[in-house]
């Protein structure tokens, strides 16, 4: 756009509107963050507009300033359609939290309204960057607000959980580093140019990396990207740090930070390192295909709501890891456009959950019930998002979800089977939880609110208005992402068809896949034997309920 | 408000719909999408405004449906009739392109039109599903006149026209299973409509769940079909599925798809082992029984195997797994209507073994039988449900038949039209049941499914007596009804009882004028020819039939056809009489007094039978161990897992961690130098790593 640099302008609104946030009077903090974020949610949709989806280069806008030039390294941003819809998925997300938080954040107001911006500019940052060092800098600024958020303005036990996202992110992140240092080496020591272009994405794609390097770099790679989806069995961290964020971290966490690790798979691990990634590939599958039906499974005995929501994440995204690794063209279009629902979706029903824990301090699906009978808006709004995740046609959620099986299908027609069958799982925790909520008598728990127990207020609404109209528009028209993103699919398939798998020895994939199997039987033959004989290690204080008396599943 | 702006869209874009037909659609491009759009715009208009309605919010809905059904009647007539553009073979139209997943011009890619068909069999799916629709509707204005939900009401059914109408009008798969789900949805939010009740929103969410198993297999049919021939189309689909010796060459063999595809539509047809859900969705209210669950949405399935016949003709083997849960079906449900006390779960379960009528006629290859089963039980049994609902809201909302009795003369309307739709469910000529079970039977017997016909004469004994037992037990003897209740005992207002007369016309009707001018009672006037349904479906039919390579058996009515008549109307007496003689009549010429003992003998005889039957065959005792009690272990193992395995690996890798760290904290000296050479020694380790995997 006639060399203003407007993707920077796009990033670094957040952080000016941060900057008069902090120098302004607290009782302005509210607006000028709605308005900053308003800002550049409205720059980001020039950027839609600008966008040719069709062009031959796959990168537009592209800002470039030398940074580090003896490395390579370059502050170099650009967006294909990928990124983009990335891009404005999070500035769309992030002006819709930021208004959910005008209520219930009370204290410090101007110190999270700082954090929560500087945390767009490090997701915006992370979608655009362009360099690889750059990158992993965007990537880190996003933990320090969020440790922050879920630490400062979280629950009851959010030390506990923030720390815990804290350290688990960053030993990926730090793995990540190593792994991107490495492939500068590599790249300067072959290239004729040396440093020049060692950490540029464009020009790392374009190398042939040595097998073993890229083996352990993909593995670097994929661990702080598992880490952050969050891929079985790495995803422990995110009911805990959901469970104990405020409403709009919740939002934020799920509709955009889990993304974070989705998009660096397809924009670097993949690209950059397809041999190890297609030798990988069978692994992935495996574990997102557990992520999927056991996510779903563990979701159906949750007792709290931000669980519940948190543990169908993690089946949610592992439709999303699995498209990504079928390689094939409807396997990524589902997996991006179940990014992009997902977000939608997921965001909207941990607002939900903020509307009524507003008004209960509880998340207790147990304590809930008969909600439909005072709160009608609210039962309809929650009826259709549920649904919406459910997969239900006709909204946006169904159309990932079955391209991504139809890729699964072309993949494998078992790998399809097994995860088709979350279909009838997510059906069951999603009504399961809708019912014991909406329907039946109001529970004597709700009845001694009283009048607090207040229908949606319009800020509520509003909050919720976009989102549901996305799902509704995006179901009938995928397209709009479809086509936005075919470059992005087109070459990133490309790329990966490059190359042949790495050859690895059958003893050594053995071994690697039969001791985590064996870790895991003999820790539950010694942990069962410690919990049967009441010798057990005490239970966490957030971990409620023992599975002998967990709520039966389906009543 | 889910995704069904859809058809808006529709009615948008119907200027530039590209058909299929040679000669443009003209104004049935516009005509075609208004049938789904009106109900539509009556969804959303209800759902926004409806609340502040009051007392008139059905006029909207209710009128959206009646013009819809105007419009529906015209386009089925000309279809049927063969006008232009339909012709033999139905016409199409697309609407736009919904799913373009890879360049749509290349191989591989994944593009999903948005259209609609209609051709004969559609055609009589409309009569069907637009015509009881539109008595329900108006049903329900007396029905629900008293509940605050009114406007709700009106607005979910609509929205389950919407979704109904869009199944029987897609010409894609893929925009079948939208539909097949929208309907499911509809059915929940109609099921589970007194939230208030526990039971009610219970039962929705079983009908949901049981019915998303079935979907699981249709998506994976619909994936296979995609992966075998690249399109999503139906006719073209099944061109391609069935084109000579292309089967060789599918990824997915033709037996898999048609059992995948026969999953969906034993879950939305409720047969077994998917039957569970359907006798709980008696919770909803009493229209929605007799549109949903016993008109409409239940023969999903049948008209989706029946659409895709020559799938299920290129697997033969298939056809007998059809064929055998159908009639395996028939007979469980109708050993469970025998017994049941609550009169709309008699109903439910007569509906379950009608159903499976259907599709053992479909899995014999009867398919014109099926579709004819299909239209006559809509109508006599959306005539049962709504009756069986006049009955319950004149007892004040009592279902149990067993506080019932002696009603016959206080609501004479409902009674008569009842007594109307038993005697032609039990097979008794000339009302229409009778010529479309007989045409299944017979059809049956003559393709060499004998043990089909056998178990559906056993059937026919069955039906016959459970629905007489259901006329006794509500209508004749003497009367049980509550005394303080049986004062305020009242006939319907005539929105309700209008609605009854009416249905009971094709009731009575239907069978005789769909199956003239042929057998059996063609031959015996002196017509030639066809019967007029099997006229209008010959084209559907056809390649399914050719495929299997059935040839028509001449027509005896003195010979073998007689006989099986003669052997069907006759258990049916014996059903009927039987019932008669233990639950009372008191004709004028016949005056049987209802004799409880007699019955409690009779089933003393045969206590496990009785028990059985009762407790109904304790599949729901079944599912409740296996998926509430094992199930219920398994995830709550994988939750004690996710937080004693998964989670504490994590926290002692922490631990572990920290504990080193302490340790490692000795070594801060707070001298500056031992840092720096602990930072020197990591670089160094760090570059020469790197330096490592670079070289190789």
Partial sequence: ?555 | MSGLDLPLATILGATEAGSEGAIGGGPWDLLIPLIIALPLAGFLFTALVGRRLGKSAHLVPVGAIGLAWLIGMWVAFNALGGTEPFGEHGYGQTIYTWIASGAPDQAGAFVVDVGFFVDNLTACLLIVVLTIGLLVHVYSIGYMSHDPGYWRFFAYLNLFMVSMLLLVLADSFLVVFVAWELVGLSSYLLIGFWKHKRSAALAAKKAFIVNRVGDVGFALGIMAIFVNVGTLNIRHAIELLTAEGAAASFPIPMWIVALLIFAGAMGKSAQFPLHVWLPDAMEGPTPVSALIHAATMVNAGVYLVARTNPIFASAPDVMVVVAAIGIFTAILAASIAMTQTDIKRVLAYSTLSQLGYMFAALGVGAFTAAIFHLMTHGFFKGLLFLGSGSVIHAVHEEQDMRKMGGLAKKIPHTYRTMLIGSIAIAGIPPLAGFFSKDEILGEAFKLHFEWVWAIGIVVAVMTAFYMFRLIGMTFWGESRVDPAIEPHVHESPSVMTTPLWILAVPTVLLGLVLSLPGPPLGPLLGLEGPGLLHHWLEPVFHPGLVILGHKEAEYQLFGIDGALIGASVAVATIGMVTAWRLFGVNLRAINWRPDPERVRRLTARVPFLYRASLNKWWFDDLNHLLFMTIGGRLAAFLWWFDRRVVDDTVNDVAATTVGAGRGLGRIQTGRVQNYALGIAVGLIVMAGSFLVLAAR
Avoid: C
Wanted: net charge neutral.
């Fill in chain 1, 1 to 555: 756009m006639n060399g203003l640099p407007i993707l920077s302008i796009v990033v670094f609104t957040p952080l000016i509107g941060a900057l008069l946030v902090a120098v302004a009077p607290s009782r302005y903090a509210r607006l000028l963050a709605l308005a900053a974020s308003l800002m550049a949610w409205a720059l980001s949709l020039l950027l839609l507009i600008g966008f040719d989806p069709n062009s031959a280069r796959q990168f537009q806008f592209i800002d470039r300033v030398p940074w580090i030039p003896d490395f390579g390294i370059s502050y170099k941003l650009g967006v294909d359609g990928l990124s983009l819809i990335l891009v404005v998925l999070t500035t769309t997300l992030s002006w819709i939290s930021i208004l959910a938080s005008f209520s219930p954040i009370k204290d410090r107001i101007k110190e999270y309204m700082v954090s929560f911006l500087i945390l767009e500019v490090g997701m915006i940052g992370v979608f655009v960057a362009l360099d690889t060092f750059l990158f992993y800098i965007f990537w880190e600024i996003v933990l320090v607000p969020m440790y922050l958020i879920i630490g400062i303005w979280g629950g009851t036990n959010r030390i506990y959980a923030t720390i815990k996202f804290v350290l688990y992110t960053l030993i990926g992140s730090l793995l990540m580093l190593v792994a991107i240092l490495a492939t500068a080496f590599a790249f300067q020591s072959t290239s004729p140019t040396g440093w020049q272009g060692a950490f540029d994405f464009e020009q790392l794609r374009a190398a042939n990396f040595d097998p073993t390097l890229q083996i352990f770099a993909f593995l670097a790679f994929f661990l702080a990207f598992a880490i952050k989806v969050p891929m079985f069995p790495f995803h422990t961290w995110l009911p805990d740090a959901h469970v104990q964020a405020p409403t709009a971290g919740s939002v934020i966490l799920a509709a955009v930070m889990l993304k974070l690790g989705a998009y660096g798979l397809i924009r670097f691990a993949l690209p950059l390192f397809p041999a190890a990634a297609q030798t990988f590939a069978p692994v992935i599958i495996v574990l997102s295909l557990i992520a999927i039906i056991y996510g779903a499974i563990v979701a159906l005995v949750q007792p709290d709501l931000k669980k519940l929501v948190a543990y169908s994440s993690v089946s949610h995204m592992g439709f999303v890891t699995l498209g990504i690794f079928v390689f094939n063209t409807q396997g990524m279009d589902g997996a991006i456009l179940q990014m992009v629902n997902h977000g939608l979706i997921t965001g909207a029903l941990f607002l939900l959950v903020g509307v009524i824990y507003e008004r209960t301090h509880d998340r207790t699906i147990a304590k809930m019930g008969g909600v439909a009978g005072v709160m009608p808006v609210y039962a309809v709004a929650l009826g259709f998002f549920v649904f919406a995740s459910g997969g239900l046609p006709g909204l946006s959620g169904f159309v990932g979800e079955f391209l991504v099986l139809i890729g699964a299908f072309e993949y494998s027609p078992i790998v399809a089977a097994i995860a088709t069958f979350a279909m009838i799982l997510a059906a069951g925790y999603l009504l399961w939880m809708f019912q014991r909520i909406a329907f039946g008598e109001l529970s004597d728990f709700l009845k001694g609110l009283g009048h607090h127990l207040t229908d949606m207020t319009p800020t509520e609404i509003l909050t919720l208005g976009p989102l549901a109209a996305l799902t509704v528009v995006f179901g009938l028209f995928p397209g709009l992402v479809l086509d936005l993103v075919r470059n992005s699919v087109t070459s990133v398939l490309a790329d990966v068809a490059r190359q042949e798998p790495v050859v690895i020895p059958p003893q050594t994939a053995l071994i690697a896949i039969a001791l985590p199997i064996l870790y895991a039987l003999a820790r539950v033959i010694w942990v069962a034997r410690a919990d049967l004989t009441g010798r057990g290690g005490a239970e966490r204080p957030d971990s409620p309920g023992e599975p002998g008396h967990a709520v039966e599943p389906v009543s």
